[in-house]
């Protein structure tokens, strides 16, 4: 495993076409990437991240030309709207695949997952890569999301590089929206900052479901436990009454009271800012030796706050007292 600077992407993207496995960063979180349209690479994503293989990969594309090799033709017009609104950013799409997908990206699904990211590295990553890029979040299975290379490296996967990100872009901080579309119905697979109202304002006439906790669909996103850090993790009930071990994360200042190991993702629980210090905070807690447990503030389940909760719910579920 090596760390390279952006500056030597054209290895890493030669490595990808070749078979190799790549993590590079998105605006969401990082990704371990293998080329595609080729199986065996593809089983190199599963090992590297001890990942159950019935759990289906995001296919990464660069240009919305790809779109049309991925997805069997004609596409539902659905698609295109949402592509056209949504892209590139944090969207995930899912929809009927076409022959040229293997069917371990999709685990057997008849259905593909595509995304189309807005993060320059990533960009110029795929498409030089020449292919389009499988890839899930870059982090040993149910653990952590990376929202930096540090992140990716700690987890000591058997890969072949990571690629540093100038953390120039503001970044989402947690995993895209996916929506499956058929017809004109869309479902939220996976709540993310783009929301169900996002999507209503931008293409009027469109039906989205959002099925939340009720979704019968075996897709590991879903699984109740996920996102957990190696330390338990609870919600805080009580703030007056944490233990001294505990380190404490907190999305909206409480004046008066100081804490030994408190970080804020954000002082006015700010959403926007709230995602994108989420798995951050949560690493540096995991890594804090003073820390042997750790305390979380919820957030109001509205909007952003739904795939935030989503998150909290299961890096926490496996914890809960
Ligand atoms: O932001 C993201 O989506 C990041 C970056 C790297 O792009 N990727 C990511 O991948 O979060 P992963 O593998 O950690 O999560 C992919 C989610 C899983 O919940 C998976 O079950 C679902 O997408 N998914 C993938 N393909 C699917 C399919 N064909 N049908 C239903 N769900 C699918
Ligand atoms: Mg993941």
Redesign the pocket.
């Given at each position: 495993m090596e760390i390279i600077s952006k500056d030597r992407i054209q290895i890493a993207a030669d490595c990808l076409r070749n078979g190799g496995l790549v993590a590079f960063p998105?605006e969401?979180?990082y990704?371990l990437g293998a080329n595609a349209l080729n199986p065996i690479a593809v089983a190199g994503i599963f090992e590297a991240k001890k990942r159950p293989t019935f759990?289906?990969?995001?296919v990464?594309i660069s240009e919305l030309e790809q779109l049309k090799s991925l997805f069997q033709q004609p596409v539902t017009p659905l698609v295109m709207q949402l592509a056209e609104k949504f892209w590139p950013g944090?969207l995930?799409i899912?929809h009927k695949k076409s022959e040229i997908v293997p069917d371990i990206v999709?685990s057997g699904?008849d259905?593909?997952?595509v995304?189309f990211?807005s993060h320059p590295i990533a960009l110029e990553l795929i498409k030089l890569a020449g292919v389009p890029v499988a890839?899930?979040?870059a982090n040993l299975f149910g653990q952590l999301s990376p929202t930096t290379h540090k992140h990716v490296a700690k987890q000591n996967m058997n890969i072949d590089f990571i690629i540093e990100s100038d953390n120039l872009e503001k970044t989402v901080g947690i995993?895209?929206t996916?929506v499956?579309v058929e017809n004109n119905v869309c479902t939220i697979?996976?709540p993310g900052v783009i929301t169900a109202t996002d999507i209503e304002l931008a293409i009027p006439g469109v039906i989205v479901k959002n099925p939340g906790k009720n979704i019968k669909?075996s897709?590991?996103?879903?699984l109740k436990s996920h996102y957990s850090p190696l330390k338990p993790l609870y919600f805080i009930d009580d703030i007056n009454n944490i233990p001294a071990n505990a380190g404490i994360i907190l999305h909206k200042k409480i004046p008066e009271i100081t804490f030994r190991n408190c970080i804020y993702t954000s002082e006015t629980e700010n959403l926007l800012e709230v995602a994108s210090n989420l798995f951050s905070a949560l690493h540096l807690m995991e890594e804090n030796p003073e820390v042997t447990q750790i305390y979380i503030q919820k957030v109001v389940e509205n909007g952003i706050g739904i795939a935030i909760m989503d998150r909290l719910y299961k890096a926490t579920h496996q914890y809960q007292k």
């Open positions: 998105t969401t979180v990704g759990d289906p990969l995001i990464h944090p995930t899912v999709t699904l259905e593909v997952a995304r990211p890839a899930p979040s995993e895209s996916v499956s697979l996976r669909i897709s590991p996103g879903l």
